[in-house]
């Protein structure tokens, strides 16, 4: 998190505060976060009561988190050709970050309905049950995401290009939000791959 520097009328007082945009961000992300960890603490607690069925986790979800990993590493590029005075790549990978976020709730789509079709749907068991629940309010927070991005796709395009702190503090926010919903997912993937 970065401080932002504060200047008096007089010149004479500097002091650090936390920028409230970045704070707000991370304390949201912090209660997402807290969300997550309580389904699947719930997750296993009912793993453990019985009655749970077993199944292949579709392949299609590891090729969602590559696209996943990918879309972070473009929006961080994009990112730094922004600062770095880029104007064309900043765009383009902007662009493409915001595709593959919708590509990568397209192969959540498919992996759903893959599970659906071997039988593994919201009301057979719980453990399909929480499986869609995980990976649904996921890619319901990746959508949050690529709105985001929409929005910096938006301010990319339609002003000059101009490299400013309220611009680069803008483009902090969806940037972390971006790795945090990747980070995530990676986590997530892994739990369900482990706890089985």
């Known amino acids: 998190m970065t401080m932002d520097v504060i200047v008096d009328s007089n010149q004479d007082i500097v002091r650090n505060r936390?920028?409230?945009?970045?704070?707000?961000?991370?304390?949201?992300m912090a209660s997402i976060l807290m969300m997550f960890m309580g389904w699947t603490s719930a997750y296993i607690i009912k793993q453990a009561g019985g009655n749970w069925i077993d199944y292949r986790i579709p392949d299609i979800f590891f090729l969602s988190t590559v696209i996943i990993i990918l879309s972070s590493i473009t929006l961080h590029t994009s990112y730094r050709s922004f600062l770095n005075?880029?104007?064309?790549?900043?765009?383009?990978?902007?662009l493409?970050?915001?595709?593959?976020?919708?590509?990568?709730?397209?192969t959540q789509y498919m992996g759903w309905s893959h599970m659906f079709n071997i039988g593994i749907d919201l009301k057979?068991?719980?453990?399909?049950?929480?499986?869609?629940?995980?990976?649904?309010?996921?890619?319901?927070?990746?959508?949050?995401g690529v709105a985001a991005i929409v929005v910096a796709c938006f301010h990319a395009f339609t002003l000059k290009y101009k490299v400013t702190v309220k611009r680069k503090n803008r483009f902090e926010l969806v940037l972390h939000y971006w790795h945090f919903v990747d980070i995530l997912w990676?986590?997530?993937?892994?739990?369900?791959?482990?706890?089985?």
């Open 18 to 28: 936390i920028n409230p945009n970045k704070f707000a961000l991370w304390a949201g």
């Open 96 to 106: 493409v970050t915001g595709l593959l976020g919708l590509i990568f709730v397209v």
């Open 85 to 94: 005075g880029n104007e064309v790549r900043y765009k383009l990978l902007l």
């Open 124 to 144: 057979a068991n719980p453990s399909g049950s929480f499986f869609y629940l995980i990976t649904a309010a996921h890619a319901a927070h990746v959508l949050a």
């Open 186 to 196: 990676v986590y997530l993937l892994a739990f369900l791959i482990l706890s089985k």
